[in-house]
C-alpha cells in the first residue's frame, strides 16, 4: 500500500493510462451500441414520419450519449475514491467531473503525488467527447438529409394542402 499513497509518476502513468483505456474502450462499446440502435431505428424513418418521433429519437440519442459519458466519469471516480485519494466518493465525481470536462477549477484536488492523474482524466475527456462529436455529426446529417426530403416533397403544395395532409 505505500506504492498507492505515495507513487512514482512511472506508476501514476500506468495507472492512469491504463484507466484511461478502459474509459475509451467502455465508450467504443456504447458508441456502438447508440449507433446500432440509430441504425435499427433509422431504417424505419421516412418523409412522412411525424416530426414528434424523429424529436423523440434525437433526444434518447443525447441522452444515451450523456448517460455514456456520466458513466465514464464515474469509473473513474470510484478509484479515485476507493484508493482514498479523495476522501468522499461525491468529492471525487466532482474532481473527475472538474478533471473530465477539462474545466478544473474545482476546489477539490488530489494529493501533489497523483497530480497526473487529472490530465489523464482530461485526456480521456477530450478523446471521449471528440468520438461523441462526431457521432452527433453523423445523426444529425442524416436529420438534414431528412429534412431535404420533407422540404421537396412540400415544395409546391399549397398551404391548405400542407395543412390537411399530416398531423
Known amino acids: 500500500m505505500n506504492e498507492l499513497s505515495a507513487p512514482n509518476p512511472v506508476l501514476e502513468l500506468v495507472l492512469g493510462t491504463l484507466t484511461m483505456i478502459v474509459i475509451i474502450f467502455v465508450h467504443g462499446v456504447g458508441i456502438r451500441a447508440i449507433n446500432r440502435q440509430f441504425s435499427r431505428c433509422w431504417i424505419h424513418v421516412s418523409d412522412t ?32 475514491f476507493a484508493l482514498g485519494l479523495i476522501p468522499s466518493l461525491r468529492d471525487s465525481y466532482y474532481y473527475v467531473l472538474q478533471s473530465y470536462t477539462t474545466l478544473g477549477t474545482g476546489v477539490v484536488s488530489l494529493p501533489d503525488q497523483w ?40 415544395k409546391g403544395r399549397s398551404p391548405s394542402e400542407d395543412a390537411g395532409g399530416r398531423a
Do not use: Q
Open 49 to 80: 414520419t411525424p416530426l414528434w418521433r424523429l424529436d423523440g429519437m434525437l433526444a434518447l440519442i443525447i441522452g444515451s450519449l450523456a448517460t455514456l459519458h456520466f458513466t465514464e466519469t464515474l469509473l473513474w471516480a470510484a478509484p479515485v
Open 115 to 154: 497530480r497526473l492523474i487529472g490530465p489523464i482524466i482530461a485526456m480521456s475527456g477530450l478523446f471521449t467527447f471528440g468520438w461523441t462529436a462526431s457521432v452527433l455529426v453523423s445523426v444529425m446529417t442524416e436529420f438534414g438529409k431528412m429534412d431535404r426530403a420533407r422540404a421537396e416533397r412540400h
